[in-house]
């Protein structure tokens, strides 16, 4: 089965911290994405990376960095945490072949971090 | 703006009856995907249809893809209480590499 998981589940912050979200995953996928879901607006992904070192903005990449040094972690970064920045945070990983029960081009996500910045 | 648009919002069936929920986007793809979400967790994939195939079944799910209409729906039948969930489609754009645009998704919610 694959597996992402993500550090923490719940997370409360105060405005200006520096915060790291980690994600794992165990199926050597090549392709990891970052979203935050909100009431009304559905997923929409902030980063995303293909290959370890690289990566890519999403659609709201502002206030956001990441981080992709080994090929099963991706980390996301909120460099001074906001108050507009309290979310769930769901990491997602796939990969473009079917390998060991995972599918071709599905995301597979972690469990996601609820993330409250006081 | 959002490639998946999911209709409806919301639907509320009793145990036993068909669920339909649809999906419209607006650009070229090169497939679409249905996920779950139960409340306050990550999302499940539930199927992947592909720009050349027009139906796909997976167990009580049932999904059909009309590119002309830019259009999917997705069936469950005979539902059950653990049915309900949130269900959300998401494309993958031709030329977005491996991204995946979600809809706002559908809430379903299924009374014993």
């Known amino acids: 089965d694959v597996k992402v998981t993500q550090s923490s589940r719940y997370l409360v912050k105060r405005t200006g911290e520096k915060v790291f979200l980690e994600c794992v995953q165990d199926m050597d996928h090549e392709n990891m994405f970052w979203y935050r879901q909100d009431p009304g607006l559905g997923l929409r992904l902030i980063y995303f990376s293909y290959d370890v070192k690289m990566k890519e903005k999403g659609d709201i990449p502002e206030g956001y960095s990441v981080s992709r040094e080994k090929k099963e972690r991706f980390s996301l970064i909120l460099e001074s945490a906001s108050t507009n920045q309290t979310s769930m945070y769901l990491c997602?990983?796939?990969?473009?072949?079917?390998?060991?029960?995972?599918?071709?081009?599905?995301?597979?996500f972690g469990p996601g971090t609820r993330l409250t910045v006081l | 703006s959002q490639q998946g648009e999911e209709d409806p919002q919301a639907l509320s069936i009793q145990e036993g009856e068909n669920a339909t929920m649809n999906c419209s986007y607006k650009t070229s793809i090169n497939n679409l995907q249905w996920y779950r979400q139960n409340s306050g967790r990550g999302l499940v994939h539930l199927i992947l249809?592909?720009?050349?195939?027009r139906e796909k079944h997976s167990g009580r799910l049932r999904v059909t893809l009309d590119t002309s209409k830019k259009s999917s729906s997705l069936l469950i039948t005979a539902s059950r209480a653990a049915d309900t969930a949130s269900y959300f489609c998401a494309t993958e754009r031709r030329g977005s590499n491996y991204k995946l645009t979600f809809g706002k998704g559908t809430l379903l919610t299924v009374n014993p």
């Open positions: 249809i592909r720009s050349n195939e």
């Open positions: 997602a990983s796939s990969s473009t072949v079917t390998s060991g029960g995972a599918l071709a081009d599905t995301q597979y």
